[in-house]
């Protein structure tokens, strides 16, 4: 019997690499007519570089690659890459087909929901909002409030203590086998891989979930299964 659902966001809500490469773009365009010299392909790439490193939810990513390849930081330039990266950011996300549509009917069912991210929680609400589903979810837990990231079982618990379910009452979906599902499992959840938001080249059969599923909607299904 599923009572709860745990979601993760990007890239299982919310095509988030999409977003993020268009952001980026958008930022080096503005840098660039502000009056950074640099190729526009190569400077994108080198923010890519640091982001794989250090990881895409880096607040500072801008200051850190003008510094690296500058030596300092022209707050002008600086400036105009923030602008143009949130008005492109904003304008970007959209929900992945269904996803509201499988939101409601999980309300309609009286299945619980909560989000768990490994992204700075005034982010995950940002996106949450700026989608309009904000409202479907009374919590975001967050892996900075703990100190670790999935697949460390702490947030895991956490969404469990939340939901005010057992663990295997509830079925977490994410797009990250080695960290969603791994993380999930530790703790005994029922699991769903989001095969359409996969950004690893996993392999079907290979994500290690109960389910694989290519479109949310199909996470309705799964739920009315699990509970007949």
Do not use: C
Request: glycine share 8%; hydrophobic share 45%; net charge neutral.
């Amino acid at each position: 019997m599923i009572k709860g659902v745990i979601f993760d966001v990007d890239n299982t809500l919310t095509d988030f690499m999409r977003a993020k490469r268009m952001a980026v773009d958008a930022a080096v365009e503005m840098m660039i007519d502000a009056g950074l010299k640099a190729d526009k392909n190569a400077f994108v790439e080198k923010i890519f570089d640091i982001y794989w490193k250090e990881g895409v939810e880096d607040q500072k990513i801008f200051d850190k690659v003008l510094h690296k390849e500058f030596g300092r930081i022209e707050t002008r330039i600086l400036a105009a890459g923030i602008v143009g990266y949130r008005r492109a950011k904003n304008g970007a996300q959209v929900l992945y087909p269904h996803a509201a549509v499988t939101l409601f009917e999980l309300l309609k069912m009286g299945i619980k929901s909560v989000v768990l991210s490994d992204a700075p929680k005034l982010e995950v609400w940002l996106r949450l909002a700026n989608l309009g589903i904000h409202n479907y979810f009374d919590h975001v837990i967050a892996s900075e409030d703990y100190g670790v990231r999935k697949p460390d079982a702490i947030p895991f618990r956490k969404a469990l203590e939340v939901l005010g379910t057992k663990a295997d009452e509830t079925l977490m979906i994410g797009d990250w086998p080695d960290r969603d599902i791994v993380g999930a499992k530790k703790v005994g959840l029922k699991t769903a891989w989001a095969r359409y938001g996969d950004t690893f080249g996993t392999k079907p059969k290979e994500s290690g979930a109960d389910y694989e599923v290519t479109d949310i909607l199909e996470l309705v299904d799964i739920i009315k299964k699990e509970n007949a």
